[in-house]
């Protein structure tokens, strides 16, 4: 047994024997890799550890309870909702005690006050039906509709719908934070009574502590309960047909569809954003990376690498496609609308529509981040960040040039830019940048491309979103700060005395760039005095 | 082997390592697909993960387990033999995970539990006294093997030779001989000639699902030798499971395609579905009742047929020659539909989860045999869901099915009918 056996003893009470476990088998079924979200890298490798001890809590109670009990045995912990954020989201020191919070899935709805409130087990496509079952709706991050809810909210996801409805942060309402040493804060509108309905509440807003910017993977304590709000949709149904693996939500067109265009260049592209924007028009725009169509259009990884291979430098550069997202909130009328000021846009920028599929695979209900692991089985995304759009493209362009250098391991993309779109009506841009290799070979090159871009985005001056525990804290603190790192662990501190929730974050890139041979050469920057 | 010479051949677990190394915990093996998402109400299709909950008991979990195995990092245990086997291998996990990738997770957990057998660690005690039955009564129940065809009466025409030969199978020779005279009688309706075979065996579902790949192969000859000689050259089941056992089992065990086999293996729902749409069959009397269908794994999602595939892998996991996934995007989910549709009277309402999303009985695979108590927590499961879509009766084109949903159905006092798809059409054809 990992823990003691008084510990486990105290900790079986809580929940009851069904929801505990030690055995090595269970412990093992909780392991990180090899595979998954930034899996079979360097710092799966080194960082990670199969947890000692399992427990399923169900209530926020019983969450307190555990952290209470965590702290007066000096146990380290981890919260984990669904495990799918890769090595960050698991265990990272011996007999460590993973929370693993899937039985919390209490949900409420509240129709009338468009918000629902969801436990930490709830994802993202159940929580999209329950809300579009009422014609409301929400953002299903990019990360997946697999994510919990809770989870993604915290770390900031997003998708080419954000254009229209901005960013999670912006919907986090009432919530309930067990705090490292078990209290609970209630924030928003919870701290005054027991309704969730507003965010904001007595004192400062708390919510900024719960994520950083992309969220702190537990190191500040557990959420387990957070009321989210819910925009209105529109009425008609989306409705689901195929069998696997081609099934799709039929759209109800005169409502809901998909266009897309084909553009004369990137630059058309960003026109075409601003100039949506400007009219007040769209409910989602994304510019399609070129290996995303390869995915869609193959039935299998050798279809995929028959399709790749007849790309080249020259057919990714002149690759300009913008798929916008019309939906008629109000009426018909509003969609014929918008078709027409979108047309008269695209048409002046020297656009072309493309016919379009009345379907929708990756954005409502499913978002396919599985499929980013079909060609090559390893995946990250080695940075993002919301500016402008004058930020986004050369930082993609900036990183494709970085790339080249570390291509291999990487998969060979032909110098394509990454992913961009616009935000919340043309006031912020995004980009990311998603990189792929061979799980199979030597990664150290992806590991070190991994904190080259955190370099490369200190010396090109671009913001990045990956501060906190995903990249080396006294890297990225003392550039962005200049005393976040110092800010964040005097918060750390009185929030986590024992430094027990999810230990080494917020210090753990540190301490695997100090851990990892092939990384510590890299180590150009003054780093920290690890104690705890 | 995660490069190199590599096949689908479920006897040697190094054939998965790749599929266990990469498997990404994604959990599209457990919830239902996306799409298909009917809110936070019936959201997952993996019954053990459902039932247990601790992540090991999940693909993402056994994939993780297996390659500990496979690399010696796991000692045998009471809780990891429940890990292999309090599963019911009912293939959701395998569509789930092959919507977005290539990953083959049913043949992972099948080739598990044969390497525990090799091991000497499995199967479960239960199994093995089932499987002495098989092996010495040839059933699983060990009822004596001359009351095998008591099912037939006399009303029912069955030929000395036919194109077509019935292959009854344990469940409705023995304890489900409706299943069995509706079929006859159904086929006699259409006047489809069919007959049985001289001396027929349990075809050995058990055997192979519980990982005992010795003994199940040997019975696979065996009968596929006495089907072969019959002349048949169409071999009915009523029986998903066994469907799926002579339609992929076998040629998987034997290291041949379906195609191979020299006869079409077909369940009754596709022949019925056929004479049906060919007006050779026709549903006059109705039957007046509001039910849904539950689609039987094994007819459905892992129904896809088998072809044997060697190669190499390479570079980005690529496979060489072209292998082609078996998504079970060909199973068979309309025609029982179109036929339920086709009864006068009989209003077919879905549940939930469908079609390749549809949530275990809980029955198959060695389940019941070993863990009666999560069969019958499955089964429960999917009749409180038939209840919540109103429906007055549930439909299976499977004996295990209907049995276990009969069974939980009786014991919680569930105000629910159960029925085979064959009681179904044979009363709209009598009346």
Known sequence: MA?????????????????????????????????????????????????????????????QKIVRVCNRYKVPYV???????????????????????????????????????VGSGVIYSQLQEEAMK???????????????????????????????????????????????????????SLALQDDPFWGDGLGPDLRGLLRGFTGLRGCLGIVTKMA???????????????????????????????????????????????????????????????????????????????????????TIRDFHLLRVLLVGFGSEEQMEYEERVLNDIITEIGGEARRTRPTDESWFKNA??????????????????????????????????????????????????????????????????????????????????????????????????????????????????????????????????????????PLAHDEFVEKAEWMRPMKDWEGPQITK | ???????????????????????????????????????????????????????????????????????GRMEYSDELLKTLYACTLCGACDVGCKRNLDLEIELSLEALRIKAVKDGKGPMPEHKKVARKIIDKHNRFGSPYQNRNQWLTKDIKVAARADV???????????????????????????????LMPDEWCCGNMLYSVGMIDEARELARRNLEAVRKTGAKTLLLSCAEGYRTWKVDYPKMLNISTEDLGFKVVHLTEMVDELIKQEALKLTKPVDLRLTYHDSCSLSRLSDPWTPWKGERGKWGMVSPCLERRRGSSGIYQQP????????????????????????????????????????????????????????????????????????????GENLKVYDISELILASIEG
Request: some cysteine; glycine content about 8%.
């Open chain 1, 134 to 188: 009422r014609g409301m709706y929400i953002i299903v991050g990019g990360g997946g509709s697999q994510c919990s809810a809770i989870a993604n909210m915290i770390g900031d996801g997003w998708s080419p719908l954000s254009y229209r409805i901005g960013l999670p942060h912006r919907r986090i309402l009432g919530t309930e934070l067990v705090l490292p040493d078990g209290e609970l804060v209630e924030m928003g």
């Open chain 1, 79 to 117: 919260p984990y909702s669904t495990g799918w954020y890769g090595p960050r989201s698991h265990c990272h020191v011996d007999d460590e005690l993973l929370i693993d919070l899937k039985r919390m899935d209490d949900f409420e709805i509240d129709e009338k006050h468009l918000y629902a409130v």
């Open chain 2, 165 to 195: 030969l019935y292959f009854v199978g344990c469940s409705a020779a023995y304890v489900n001989p409706e299943i069995a005279r509706a079929t006859a009688k159904i086929l006699n309706a259409a006047g489809t000639p069919f007959m």
């Open chain 2, 1 to 71: 082997m995660l490069k190199g010479k590599v096949s689908l051949d479920v006897t040697n677990l190094d054939n998965f390592e790749y599929d266990m190394s990469k498997c990404i915990k994604c959990k599209g093996c457990y919830w239902v697909d996306h799409i298909y998402m009917s809110g936070v109400n019936f959201s997952t299709r993996c019954p053990s993960a459902t039932r247990y909950m601790f992540d090991s008991y999940g693909a993402y979990g056994k994939m993780r387990i297996g390659l500990a195995m496979l690399e």
């Open chain 1, 228 to 314: 989210i709000k819910l925009m209105p949709f529109q009425p008609e149904r989306l409705e689901p047909a195929g069998i696997s693996p081609h099934t799709s939500l039929q759209l109800p067109v005169n409502r809901v569809k998909w266009i897309n265009f084909t553009m004369p260049s990137k630059e058309s592209m960003k026109t075409a954003m601003f100039e949506m924007a400007r009219a007040e028009i769209g409910a989602g725009v994304t510019k399609v990376p070129i290996f995303w169509r390869a995915i869609a259009k193959a039935s299998c990884k050798e279809e995929y690498w028959d399709i790749w291979s007849k790309e080249s430098e020259e």
């Open chain 2, 337 to 412: 539909r179109d036929i339920l549709k086709a009864i006068p009277g009989v209003e077919l309402v879905e549940m939930v989860r469908m079609k390749e999303n549809a949530f275990c009985c809980g029955a198959g695979r060695g389940t019941q045999e070993a863990f009666p108590d999560f069969a019958a927590w499955a089964a429960e499961q999917r009749l409180f869901e038939a209840r919540t879509v109103g429906a007055e009766a549930i439909v299976a084109t499977c004996p295990w099915c209907k049995d276990n949903f009969a069974r939980v159905a009786k014991e919680t």
């Open chain 1, 368 to 505: 396919d981040s599985a499929g980013m692991w079909l060609m090559c089985g390893g995946y990250v995304s080695v940075d993002y960040v919301i500016e402008t759009l004058e930020h986004a493209l050369p930082h993609g362009e900036n990183y494709a040039e970085l790339k080249k250098k570390f291509t291999p391991p990487l998969m060979p993309d032909y110098g394509d830019p990454g992913w961009f779109q616009s935000f919340e009506l043309g006031h912020q841009g995004y980009s990311e940048f998603l990189v792929y290799w061979d799980p199979d070979e030597n990664t150290d090159g992806v590991d070190q491309f991994y904190l080259e871009t955190s370099k490369e985005n200190i010396r090109k001056r671009f913001y990045t979103s990956l501060l906190g525990p995903h990249q080396p804290l006294y890297l990225t603190g003392p550039a962005y700060g200049p005393n976040y790192h110092k800010w964040m662990l005097a918060v750390k501190d009185e929030f986590d005395p024992n430094f027990l929730s999810h230990p080494p974050v």
């Open chain 1, 3 to 63: 823990i003691s056996k008084e510990v486990y003893k105290v900790l079986e009470a809580i929940v009851g024997e069904e929801y505990l476990s030690s055995d090595p088998v269970v412990c093992e079924g909780y392991r990180s890799g090899p595979s998954g979200y930034e899996a079979g890298l360097g710092y799966e490798r080194v960082m990670t550890k199969i947890p000692g001890c399992v427990i399923l809590p169900l209530t926020t109670e019983e969450v």
